[in-house]
């Protein structure tokens, strides 16, 4: 039986990574999924991200293939940095 509080539950699982370059440091997010439907994970949990595990970093770095988070992530300073190629062998 409750008592009027739901529990805490996680909003985001997410996986980073600080990754040294020849110059500099880049926080790199592996994997970032929203266990929790309210609110949108890049303007909730993302800028968290950077500010805490980001520190000594002078970049940071997602991969995408959504449309819709591309946009996103645009409005908050990210900008397209690479393509990646495939081919099926």
């Not at 449309?67 to 300073?77: A, D, S, W």
Request: glycine letters at 8%; one cysteine or more.
């Amino acid at each position: 039986m409750g008592h009027g509080r739901r529990a805490e539950q996680p909003i985001v699982l997410f996986v980073v990574e600080q990754v040294q370059h020849q110059n500099g440091r880049e926080l790199v997010i592996r994997v970032a999924r929203q266990l929790d439907a309210a609110g949108d994970l890049t303007e909730r949990v993302l800028p968290e991200i950077e500010r805490v595990f980001g520190l000594g970093c002078t970049s940071v770095v997602l991969y995408t293939r959504r449309p819709g988070l591309v946009r996103k992530l645009e409005k908050q300073g990210y900008a397209e940095a690479a393509k990646i190629m495939r081919k099926k062998i």
